[in-house]
């Protein structure tokens, strides 16, 4: 049974590793060290930065969030009576609660299975439910309403029948909402905007009109410009010289940043 006991002995390696690696990473999440780096949060560090697959990377953000507010899970995660997957399932469900029900929760889940977990935290199943599935030529999503939500669905599939299928409906839809944030042509000569398109006359240096600003997202192919950073949530407008400090809102004063490096560049 040699064999056996190596692995056992590895097995223990294994869950000291891990726990270097959360507080490491703890490390990390504290001085907010991934910025610096081009990456705008802990999770597209994980994933981009150290290679993990979105499904750890998100466990071990999970566990790290987690533990910065009850330590002592990762001395459990060593001694094997919580696991990196209970863990996560209840950082989805306890991120809002107290710390004194969080340590209470996560005390009752030792030695459970990753079934017995779940079973804790099962909801009712939300009315309106997006199932995406990703293939190499197509994408697969599956919609999931509620007798009230499809009612309507089927009410203004009824009034668009003459133009569209419900396959154009959506794409109609769809196609509207990505125009709002496409530049227009100046409608009249009485546009806010200066002939140059280089700034706005509005008098609050903080102001961007839609029309700049569509033009700043569209120019940084809606994702964030930290050198580095591919974020394309939560963007935001940046003057790259601050309004404090003296900059204005001129089109060359303007960058989008996501909202984790906006904060951060203060």
């Not at 017995?116 to 309106?128: C, D, N, Q, R, S």
């Not at 839809?173 to 002939?195: A, D, G, P």
């Not at 974020?231 to 809102?249: A, C, Y």
């Amino acid at each position: 049974m040699k064999l056996h006991f190596e692995l056992l002995e590895l097995r223990q390696k294994e869950k000291r590793i891990t726990s270097e690696i959360l507080n490491k990473l703890q490390e990390m999440e504290d001085q907010k060290a991934y910025l610096k780096m081009g990456h705008p949060s802990l999770f597209d560090y994980l994933a981009r930065g150290l290679g993990y697959s979105e499904a750890t990377a998100y466990q071990r953000q999970a566990c790290v969030r987690l533990a910065k507010e009850v330590p002592e899970i990762k001395q459990k995660i060593d001694q094997g009576s919580l696991t990196l997957s209970a863990v996560t399932t209840a950082f989805k469900h306890l991120r809002k609660k107290p710390v004194a029900e969080k340590r209470k929760v996560l005390k009752s889940m030792e030695n459970k299975s990753s079934r017995e977990v779940k079973a804790m935290f099962l909801e009712p199943t939300p009315t309106l439910k997006i199932k995406k599935t990703e293939y190499k030529d197509k994408v697969h999503l599956r919609l999931e309403l509620s007798h009230e939500q499809n009612r309507k669905l089927e009410q203004l599939k009824a009034l668009k029948s003459h133009t569209h299928n419900i396959e154009g409906l959506l794409m109609d839809l769809i196609e509207k909402e990505l125009k709002s944030y496409e530049n227009v042509q100046r409608k009249s000569s009485k546009s806010t905007e200066s002939k140059e398109f280089g700034t706005s006359k509005s008098k609050n240096l903080r102001q961007i009109s839609k029309r700049l600003r569509n033009d700043v997202l569209k120019t940084a192919n809606y994702r964030c410009q930290f050198p580095g950073c591919e974020s394309d949530h939560f963007l935001q407008m940046d003057h790259i010289f601050p309004v404090r400090n003296g900059g204005d809102q001129r089109r060359s004063n303007l960058q989008i940043l996501c909202a984790r490096h906006n904060q951060w560049k203060g």
